[in-house]
């Protein structure tokens, strides 16, 4: 039995100042967080070195609006539809920053030591002067995030008074009984409130200050704390949700307002499924390019409510499904490899039909809509892909009263000796990127392909048994 992975936290390079004395000797500089973003994205900018690690299909919409805006150094809000990649933008901001920061040691707001804030470090400061203690931040704890529910409170993000401290004897009035909430605990760093208008109204305007005046409050405390941060949100477009909105205040406190979208090319799309799909068998490409089709299909059709979107988590849950789905067969049938077919995404259509919301008219026909969307898909992949090729050998072989029978329990073996060996073969082989010497697995995705948009081309007659096995016919 191995343990369950666990993350660790980076070790600071040795060498690296201990004290404040030395912090200062060694000549560092303080930079505020937005001016660490800034500096280090021109670097970026300058050395042509990427900026954004796994964003895919924003290069010329969205990522030059998120650059112009840390320049700028405005919080920002992201808009867009579910699924549409706002947290992972959100989160790849983190490697923006400086790799290592120092703070005071024990410090509960991880303050720079140049700046202690609150009042317990600054007395700790006072007293310890050049001998005060710092270790040593990595960029990766320097982040902070909060999905907005119902039940968060006040104190969830800006603090509460500790009762226990209050037990342990010290004054109610006593600033060191507050306890901080998530965004003071992100000082030095990025701080970021997924569905923001789910927040509701009166916890949003606790963030007022903080987006403005850079401080928060605290109950009754005169307190003033200013704390040194990016504020990030994402959230549906407010036409496009009723559970809630973004208090006007709270909006027009936010520097920069960003559109997100789904992937504009159909090549995106599929090199998003290829990046984030974690697949327990081979989708050949050809069958990638169908699911984002088919993704941008049900995306697009009148008969999906528009207002819900079709996350990017669809197409990557397709292409899951037909992986799992071949392996399946490879496990039950004893193949030596597992090849996604196209017979394997008739799966999906029953299995991803909770991520899809409908129009009210179309009650009782979701299955048979999103059917449809995957033979359109299939469809243009086939005249995409292998158009002007002659497919006479397949035509001819079924014209002659072969019956060819396939399914997705059915090994690739068994379909490619039902095939022989057909004229034209190697050219759609070709077309599709298996290359001069395919597996079995391989070859037969192919063929099936093949045979498939034969009958969606209205070339080949097509029956589906009881059992799930399919018939290819004249």
Known sequence: MTDAPTATTPTPPAGLPATLGELRAGGHQFRTVKEELRDNLLHRLRSGAPRFAGIVGFDDTVLPEVER?????????????????????????????????????????????????????????????????????????????????????????????????????????????????????????????????????????????VLEERDIQVRGYQLRLPLDLLLVASANPEDYTNRGRIITPLKDRFGAEIRTHYPVELELESDLIRQEAALSATVPDHLVEVLARYTRGVRESPSVDARSGISARFAIAAAETVAASALRRCGLRGESEAVARICDTVSVTSTLRGKVEFESGEEGRETEVLAHLLRVATAETFRARLSGLDLSGFTDLVAQGAIIETGDLVPAQDLLGQIGTVPGLAKVLDRLGLGDAPSPGQAAAGVEFVLEGLHLTRRMAKETTDDGRTLYGS
């Open 69 to 209: 805006a840390l320049l700028a150094g405005h919080d920002m809000v992201l808009l867009g539809e579910r699924g549409q990649g706002k947290t992972r933008l959100i989160r790849s901001l983190v490697d923006l920053l400086d790799e290592w920061t120092p703070y005071i040691t024990g410090s509960e707001l991880r303050e720079h030591p140049y700046h202690p804030l609150a009042p317990a470090t600054r007395r700790l400061a006072d007293q310890a002067g050049d001998l005060l203690p710092i270790s040593w931040l990595h960029r990766s704890e320097r982040y902070g995030e909060k999905l907005a529910t119902p039940d968060t409170s006040v104190g969830d993000l800006i603090g509460d008074v500790d009762p226990i401290k209050v037990a342990q004897g010290r004054a109610l009035g006593d600033p060191d009984t507050i306890h901080f909430g998530l965004v003071p605990r992100t000082n030095r760093g990025i701080f970021a409130v997924n569905e923001l208008p789910d927040l509701a109204e009166r916890i949003q305007v606790s963030l007022l200050n």
